[in-house]
């Protein structure tokens, strides 16, 4: 069949029109969200680069930045995102992602008195969802497989008090979610910027609506903890390294389900006053609980084993002691 010189003309501009777009498209989308970040969000936003290929599904998103309500500084970040879909399952009615992949986020928390700095998001997004009315219709099936986050940095800062934490390379892998009746496995490593480690794995059933989380805790630095310690103990100096091993169960939306046992070891422990003087120390306490449910406040606990418990006493000619004066900043707030 020959094809005329007219329609080999329409068929190239076609072709050339669908490259341009292709071309151009992420450039425009790009623009719009630096332009417009202020009205879709309320923050500032910044995206150095962006890619899409509409054949394969393939999207990759670079040098991404949201600012604090204010500009003062930078709330959210990300050096990539990589988000594949499976358009072929799309065309089954199934909205498919075969990867989601995070390089190098970084989020800073604030905390000011009972305000935090997302708490405006929160109120936004919250609000535009009330205002969606559900559509009637056959719902559409969704999958999100291989998601990951890699050295992933969560910072927490309480202004008022000055009190600040920080998480280092965190990784997530989840192989898949499900939302449908199919089970959903979760694992998080987690590394803190003072020592110690976290793991865990999650495995969550979509139909049942429960979970089971084996968590993981190795050698936790929880010197960190001496600033909330000294609102009830004139110390000086604290000191203690925490692993645990956990399985927590329940089910969503039901506190009242959630459910917990494992082993508590904290070792290397001391408390110095303001003299330098180690008034307890000890190398080990470790703790077996056989069941807790938080929400009852149950707790039964197998055992508690202490290694070499160490406590200095002193009393004086006065008849005070070296003990009593710690418990001042306690009753300061309790009065």
């Given at each position: 069949?020959?094809?005329?010189?007219?329609?080999?003309?329409?068929?190239?501009?076609?072709?050339?029109?669908?490259?341009?777009?292709?071309?151009?498209?992420?450039?425009?989308v790009?623009?719009?969200?630096?332009?417009?970040?202020?009205?879709?969000?309320?923050?500032?936003?910044?995206?150095?680069?962006?890619?899409?290929?509409?054949?394969?599904?393939?999207?990759?998103?670079?040098?991404?930045?949201m600012?604090?309500?204010?500009?003062?500084?930078?709330?959210?970040?990300?050096?990539?995102?990589?988000?594949?879909?499976?358009?072929?399952?799309?065309?089954?009615?199934?909205?498919?992602?075969?990867?989601?992949?995070?390089?190098?986020?970084?989020?800073?928390?604030?905390?000011?008195?009972?305000?935090?700095?997302?708490?405006?998001?929160?109120?936004?997004?919250?609000?535009?969802?009330?205002?969606?009315?559900?559509?009637?219709?056959?719902a559409?099936?969704?999958?999100?497989?291989?998601?990951?986050?890699?050295?992933g940095?969560?910072?927490?800062?309480?202004?008022?008090?000055?009190?600040?934490?920080?998480?280092?390379?965190?990784?997530?892998?989840?192989?898949?979610?499900?939302?449908?009746?199919?089970?959903?496995?979760?694992?998080?490593?987690?590394?803190?910027?003072?020592?110690?480690?976290?793991?865990?794995?999650?495995?969550?059933?979509?139909?049942?609506?429960?979970?089971?989380i084996?968590?993981?805790?190795?050698?936790?630095?929880?010197?960190?903890?001496?600033?909330?310690?000294?609102?009830?103990?004139?110390?000086?100096?604290?000191?203690?390294?925490?692993?645990?091993?956990?399985?927590?169960?329940?089910?969503?939306?039901?506190?009242?389900?959630?459910?917990?046992?494992?082993?508590?070891?904290?070792?290397?422990?001391?408390l110095?006053?303001?003299?330098?003087?180690?008034?307890?120390?000890?190398?080990k306490?470790?703790?077996l609980?056989?069941?807790?449910?938080?929400?009852?406040?149950?707790v039964?606990?197998?055992?508690?084993?202490?290694?070499s418990?160490?406590?200095?006493?002193?009393?004086?000619?006065?008849?005070?002691?070296?003990?009593?004066?710690?418990?001042?900043?306690?009753?300061?707030?309790?009065?």
């Amino acid at each position: 069949m020959k094809i005329s010189k007219s329609l080999k003309i329409i068929l190239l501009s076609v072709a050339l029109g669908i490259c341009l777009i292709v071309i151009i498209a992420p450039f425009v989308v790009k623009s719009y969200i630096n332009k417009n970040g202020q009205e879709l969000t309320g923050r500032k936003l910044e995206l150095g680069s962006l890619y899409h290929n509409p054949i394969t599904g393939y999207t990759r998103l670079r040098d991404f930045k949201m600012m604090e309500q204010q500009d003062t500084a930078v709330f959210l970040s990300f050096d990539t995102l990589v988000i594949n879909l499976d358009l072929y399952k799309m065309l089954a009615g199934t909205f498919s992602i075969s990867e989601i992949r995070l390089a190098h986020p970084r989020i800073q928390i604030n905390k000011l008195d009972t305000i935090f700095n997302y708490t405006d998001l929160a109120t936004r997004f919250m609000e535009e969802d009330s205002t969606v009315s559900e559509e009637e219709g056959q719902a559409l099936d969704i999958e999100l497989n291989n998601i990951s986050m890699v050295n992933g940095t969560l910072g927490f800062h309480e202004l008022a008090t000055e009190r600040q934490w920080l998480f280092n390379d965190i990784d997530i892998a989840i192989p898949g979610l499900y939302f449908d009746n199919q089970a959903t496995d979760v694992d998080l490593d987690l590394t803190l910027r003072d020592g110690g480690e976290l793991l865990s794995n999650t495995e969550y059933n979509n139909e049942l609506g429960t979970y089971k989380i084996n968590l993981q805790l190795a050698t936790i630095n929880l010197s960190p903890l001496q600033s909330y310690i000294k609102d009830y103990l004139d110390i000086s100096d604290f000191g203690a390294t925490l692993d645990a091993e956990m399985q927590i169960s329940g089910e969503v939306g039901d506190l009242d389900q959630l459910k917990l046992k494992g082993t508590i070891d904290v070792s290397d422990y001391y408390l110095e006053d303001q003299e330098g003087q180690r008034f307890l120390s000890g190398d080990k306490v470790t703790t077996l609980i056989q069941e807790a449910i938080p929400m009852k406040q149950s707790v039964i606990i197998e055992s508690i084993a202490i290694l070499s418990p160490s406590i200095f006493y002193e009393m004086y000619q006065d008849s005070t002691d070296n003990i009593s004066p710690l418990a001042v900043s306690y009753t300061h707030l309790r009065a």
